[in-house]
């Protein structure tokens, strides 16, 4: 199905990870043109531009607003434009911490490195679409900022908003320098990457997909995938403020007991 992203330009963050490098994969097969971004990942970065045809790969910490205005300058100058923006990079602090004995500062630290580095790329991708005068930009947040998840309250925080008040905002504030200017939002649940890894083993997947219709975790390219459907004005034109959630049918309850 045609796309409309050939010849994009196209930034990816968080490129160096599992959904990041599938989405960048995604962009490329659909002929945009890709930046990988990375922030400490820079050998899976290189290894991902070097598999993509030497595309452009930029290096930054996206919690840095100096960096940031560097990316998109650098993107800007590889790419020509930036027509595109999937905000995937974000961290998820693995240790199950309850609230009464979680630290402030991991709190805070969760918080930026998930909430503020998605508010500073989101700043500085409309700076871009202010210049150009369209544009679209693709959220990535998470199913525990939809059901909450225990444990790890700071990331489920951080994710709610990034899907709630900040989403709802961007996609009312794109029109007023971009008419046709989209905001969208994807919310995946467990998936298989080098960020979790550790926790989808079989018994694993068992326990996590009693509160899913599909008994399975997703892949990287199915989020990939609605990653690319939402960016596309050809697929998605008339689409803006929506969150897609790709969790097998998750619901905030128990549908089995096996």
């Known amino acids: 199905m045609e796309t409309g992203l050939a010849g994009c330009g196209v930034l990816v963050t968080g490129a160096s990870g599992g959904i990041g490098s599938a989405c960048a994969r995604a962009f490329a097969a659909e002929g945009a043109r890709v930046a990988v971004h990375y922030h400490r990942g820079e050998g899976p970065a290189r290894a991902l531009a070097a598999e993509l045809g030497g595309t452009a790969i930029v290096q930054a910490d996206l919690t840095d607003e100096t960096a940031v205005d560097r990316l998109f300058a650098e993107v800007r100058t590889a790419l020509g434009r930036v027509d595109v923006c999937a905000a995937v990079a974000g961290v998820w602090p693995s240790e199950d911490v309850p609230v009464w004995k979680l630290p402030l500062a991991r709190w805070e630290d969760t918080l930026r490195a998930n909430l503020t580095a998605a508010f500073l790329t989101a700043r500085g991708f409309l700076r871009e679409v202010e210049r150009t005068g369209h544009g679209s930009l693709v959220l990535v947040g998470s ?10 309250a700071d990331y489920a925080a951080a994710k709610s ?6 989403l709802l905002s961007l996609k009312n504030e794109i029109v007023r320098i971009a008419p ?7 919310a995946p649940g467990w998936t298989e990457s080098p960020m979790t ?8 997947v068992r326990r996590i997909t009693r509160t899913m219709a599909l008994r399975k975790i997703a892949r990287p390219e199915d989020v990939a995938a609605q990653v690319v459907v939402l960016a596309s004005d050809v697929l998605s034109g008339h689409v803006s403020g929506q969150v897609v959630t790709v969790a097998g ?4 309850r128990v549908l089995r007991e096996d």
């Open 143 to 152: 199913t525990a900022g939809i059901f909450g998840e225990a444990g790890h």
């Open 161 to 166: 908003a990034i899907l709630g008040g900040l």
């Open 180 to 186: 046709q200017g989209r905001v969208n939002a994807v």
């Open 197 to 204: 890894r550790e926790h989808v083993d079989p018994e694993s």
């Open 249 to 252: 049918g998750m619901e905030g």
